[in-house]
Each structure stands twice: as structure tokens, then as C-alpha cells.
């Protein structure tokens, strides 16, 4: 469970240092990101509790921006090459 959770970790801390994941991360999302990183990175079943809620948090609103996202643009007109 260890290696796994830590390998979670390492791919929250690679999206929080790139600044992306399905859109680009806002600030705040980046250091929660960081911050679940570092406690799932940390072996120990409270802090990957806690890194997994973080995380699935940032997930969440990633979704919702990225959906919301996705309607804008399919409401948008269509932009014609010049």
C-alpha cells in the first residue's frame, strides 16, 4: 500500500510543479496539491487519508473547471480562418 500511495504522491507533486493536470492548476491548487503529495509520500495510513481527500479534492474542482470548460467552447462561434 506503501509503494502505491507514494507513487500517487509523486504524480500529485509532478502536476503541482508543472502547474497543470486536466487544466491548468491555479495557485491555491498547486500548493494543496504539493501539500497531498508530501503527505501521501509519507507512509502511514492517517496522512494517506488525508493526501487522497486533498487530492481528490483538487480532482473535483479540475473536473468542474475543465467541463465548464468544454461548454463554453462548444456554445462559442465556430472562428472562421482568415
Not at 509520500?41 to 470548460?69: E, H, N, Y
Amino acid at each position: 500500500m506503501a509503494v502505491i500511495t507514494a507513487v500517487v504522491g509523486i504524480y500529485f507533486l509532478s502536476a503541482a510543479l508543472v502547474g497543470y493536470w486536466m487544466v491548468p492548476c491555479r495557485t491555491a491548487e498547486r500548493i494543496v496539491l504539493c501539500v497531498a503529495a508530501l503527505v501521501l509520500i509519507k507512509p502511514g495510513w492517517i496522512t494517506d487519508l488525508m493526501g487522497l481527500v486533498l487530492g481528490f479534492g483538487v480532482f473535483r474542482l479540475q473536473a468542474a473547471r475543465r467541463r465548464l470548460g468544454a461548454e463554453a467552447v462548444a456554445g462559442a462561434p465556430a472562428r472562421v480562418a482568415e
